[in-house]
């Protein structure tokens, strides 16, 4: 399995970080967290083939998670291919919104090659290649409907490895998944934005993680600031990096 760090920053573009969007590669598929822009321009960029783009999995409905669907959809519809089908999980139900969006710039829109569908706690995604499940956090709320999940981070599973992928999260970590904590993962890929690295240390020192990455990259911890949050983080039992847009890790 391949993964790049198409996008890698907070919730501004900055001087050298695009919004978030992390490609997976497994064999002859792809598949995309989060889908802020300018993604499709950055996988072309990359030379990463769209029609291999089974599925993009969205983490929550801040625009620097999501404000690059568009013109990836309409890419998928302008070179249509025999076959060729992407399934798109929301972090909300709003795919009237996004169809009108959509039809407003003169994308037609539904199509036969995209699905759009909401993301629930719980396994959602499973192709014979990638598993995928949900786990709410508490980054974005709705006061009047509390039960509501909007945010989620996700577990992807495949090639027997696994991935915990937290998406944003509150400004005390407390909803870091259970998923990172409870059980081993290969790889941990884990926002850096909306929480002080001070108070995440004592809970990710006890996780069964194999290797951290982190991602979402405040501007603090952007070109000589990188050192310091590395510094902070040097005592955690495992490999830490720190997630650059284009960055390509193995598993
Ligand atoms: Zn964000
Ligand atoms: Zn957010």
């Known amino acids: 399995?391949?993964?790049?760090?198409?996008?890698?920053?907070?919730?501004?573009?900055?001087?050298?970080?695009?919004?978030?969007?992390?490609?997976?590669?497994?064999?002859?598929?792809?598949?995309?967290?989060?889908?802020?822009e300018p993604v499709?321009?950055?996988?072309?960029?990359?030379?990463?083939?769209?029609?291999?783009?089974?599925?993009?999995?969205?983490?929550?409905?801040?625009?620097?998670?999501?404000?690059?669907?568009?013109?990836?959809?309409?890419?998928l519809r302008k070179y249509p291919k025999e076959g060729k089908h992407t399934d798109v999980f929301l972090a909300e139900d709003v795919a009237d919104s996004l169809g009108a969006w959509l039809r407003a710039m003169h994308i037609e829109w539904p199509l036969s090659m995209v699905s759009v569908r909401a993301t629930t706690q719980g396994c959602i995604?499973?192709?014979?290649?990638?598993?995928?499940?949900?786990?709410?956090?508490?980054?974005?709320?709705?006061?009047?409907?509390?039960?509501?999940?909007?945010?989620?981070?996700?577990?992807?599973?495949?090639?027997g490895k696994r991935i915990v992928y937290t998406g944003d999260l509150s400004h005390d970590f407390s909803d870091f998944p259970v998923a990172a904590r409870d059980e081993p993962c290969d790889m941990c890929i884990c926002e850096i934005t909306h929480y002080q690295p001070e108070s995440a240390?004592?809970?990710?020192m006890d996780c069964p993680i194999r290797r951290l990455v982190l991602n979402?990259?405040?501007?603090?911890?952007?070109?000589?600031?990188?050192?310091?949050?590395?510094?902070?983080?040097?005592?955690?039992?495992?490999?830490?990096?720190?997630?650059?847009?284009?960055?390509?890790?193995?598993?």
């Open 1 to 36: 399995m391949i993964i790049t760090t198409l996008g890698t920053s907070h919730g501004d573009h900055t001087y050298c970080r695009y919004n978030s969007a992390t490609l997976f590669e497994i064999d002859d598929r792809a598949y995309l967290v989060d889908v802020g």
């Open 40 to 75: 499709c321009a950055t996988m072309i960029r990359l030379g990463k083939d769209l029609d291999r783009l089974k599925a993009a999995f969205v983490t929550h409905m801040h625009a620097d998670h999501v404000g690059g669907l568009p013109m990836l959809i309409k890419t």
């Open 125 to 159: 995604y499973d192709d014979g290649t990638l598993e995928v499940s949900a786990e709410s956090t508490r980054h974005l709320r709705d006061p009047e409907r509390p039960d509501v999940a909007l945010s989620f981070s996700y577990v992807l599973e495949a090639e």
């Open 201 to 204: 240390l004592p809970v990710l």
């Open 216 to 251: 979402h990259v405040h501007d603090p911890w952007h070109g000589d600031g990188e050192a310091r949050l590395m510094e902070m983080v040097a005592d955690l039992p495992y490999p830490v990096s720190v997630a650059h847009d284009g960055d390509v890790f193995e598993l």
